[in-house]
């Protein structure tokens, strides 16, 4: 049995899974910690392009960039809610279901690897793949640019924000470009890392405290409560699908609006989900107090997108 779960304060500050440490290394401090916490804030989104985002939020919704001009980005991905769908599996065109549960989009910027698998580095090659994916939008980059040419006022913005029309390069870069912004800053526990101390309630801190003597930071960490390491799944008890047996450990931003959980799907709701962690990662079973105490803690992870709290109705 690998043992992954000691963790140490180095002393920059960040935290680093003992096993974990080799593999991850280099990029363990890339976002500096702020705080001694082993989780640190989001930061503002970065300034981009503001000609390229409005391009890259209006491909998101284009159905042109599926092969049968039937579906978008935003069939899977609601940037309205949740970033995500609420559906335990999403489809292929032909309506069968996906292999995985849809990750949300937001915050994936800041995640070192993307997709359940981590298989993609950046958010280029990750679109590359998902719009080339015969099960997801079945159409190529190269595709897509030759039926946006036909649109005269798709083929103005490009020029406005690429000095040229659309092809397979600024169609990536556009879209690229809007994932980037799709950060949510603001939420209770960011500003609890910044010093308010009464964004927080006692139980949520209790939660943030028995998330981190249990052992949970050991895998969700850094900026994103996730998103930067591998790790098996199902360690000590079956949790989810077996296979793949090992991921990229999720991020826990925004994760009460993000049911269902798991790879699969199979976690209805949040309870479900941290008390299945607890025995299958960390081979503990929560009482009802902790797992409330967790939960509403995990609630305090929900940001901000655009002035709205993300999952909240319109
Ligand atoms: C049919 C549903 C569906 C559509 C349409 C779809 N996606 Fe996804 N998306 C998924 C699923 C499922 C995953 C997880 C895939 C995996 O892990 O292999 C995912 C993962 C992602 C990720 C990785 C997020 C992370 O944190 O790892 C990004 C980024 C993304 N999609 C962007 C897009 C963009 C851009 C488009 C449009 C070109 C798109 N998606 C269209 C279902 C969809
Ligand atoms: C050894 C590493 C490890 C530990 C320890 C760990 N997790 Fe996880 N966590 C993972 C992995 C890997 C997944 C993805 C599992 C899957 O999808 O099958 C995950 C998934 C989750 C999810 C679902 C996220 C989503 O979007 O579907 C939640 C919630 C979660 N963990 C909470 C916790 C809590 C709470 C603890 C402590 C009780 C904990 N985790 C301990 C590695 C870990």
Redesign the pocket.
């Known amino acids: 049995m690998l043992l992954r779960l000691s963790v140490r304060p180095t002393r920059a500050g960040c935290w680093i899974p003992v096993a974990a440490a080799l593999l991850w290394a280099t990029a363990s401090c890339t976002h500096a910690a702020t705080t001694d916490e082993p989780i640190t804030p989001l930061p503002a989104a970065l300034a981009a392009n503001p000609l390229r985002v409005a391009l890259g939020a209006r491909?998101?919704s284009d159905t042109r960039?599926?092969r049968d001009d039937n579906?978008?980005?935003?069939?899977?991905?609601d940037v309205g809610a949740n970033g995500?769908?609420n559906r335990s599996?999403?489809?292929?065109?032909d309506g069968i279901a996906?292999?995985?549960?849809?990750?949300?989009?937001?915050?994936?910027?800041l995640?070192f690897?993307?997709?359940?698998?981590?298989?993609?580095r950046t958010?280029e090659s990750?679109?590359d793949?998902?719009?080339r994916n015969p099960?997801?939008?079945g159409c190529t980059p190269e595709t897509i640019a030759q039926k946006l040419q036909g649109n005269v006022s798709l083929t103005a913005d490009f020029e406005a924000a690429y000095g040229r029309g659309p092809d397979a390069t600024n169609v990536l870069d556009a879209?690229?470009t809007?994932?980037r912004t799709l950060t949510t800053p603001g939420s209770r526990f960011d500003r609890w890392l910044e010093g308010d101390a009464t964004a927080l309630s006692t139980q949520e801190v209790a939660g943030y405290a028995l998330f981190k003597s249990l052992g949970c930071i050991a895998c969700h960490q850094g900026v994103n409560v996730g998103?930067n390491l591998f790790e098996q799944q199902g360690i000590f008890h079956p949790l989810a699908r077996p296979q793949p047996a090992v991921l990229?450990v999720?991020?826990l931003r925004n994760v009460a609006t993000t049911a269902p959980y798991f790879?699969d799907g199979s976690a209805p709701t949040l309870r479900v989900a941290v008390r299945k962690m607890g025995l299958a990662q960390l081979n503990t079973t929560l009482t009802d107090e902790q797992v409330d105490a967790i939960v509403a803690y995990l609630g305090t992870l929900t940001g901000v997108y655009r002035g709205k709290p993300v999952g909240a109705p319109e």
């Not at 579906?71 to 991905?77: D, E, G, K, V």
């Not at 292999?99 to 915050?107: A, E, L």
């Not at 690897?113 to 993609?120: H, V």
Request: aromatic share 10%.
């Open positions: 491909l998101f960039l599926s579906r978008s980005c935003a069939t899977c991905h995500a769908s599996r999403d489809t292929t065109p996906l292999n995985f549960n849809t990750t949300t989009v937001f915050n994936a910027a995640s690897r993307l997709g359940w698998e981590g298989k993609y958010l990750q679109t793949a998902l719009l099960q997801i939008m879209l690229a809007f994932l998103g990229r999720p991020s790879h």
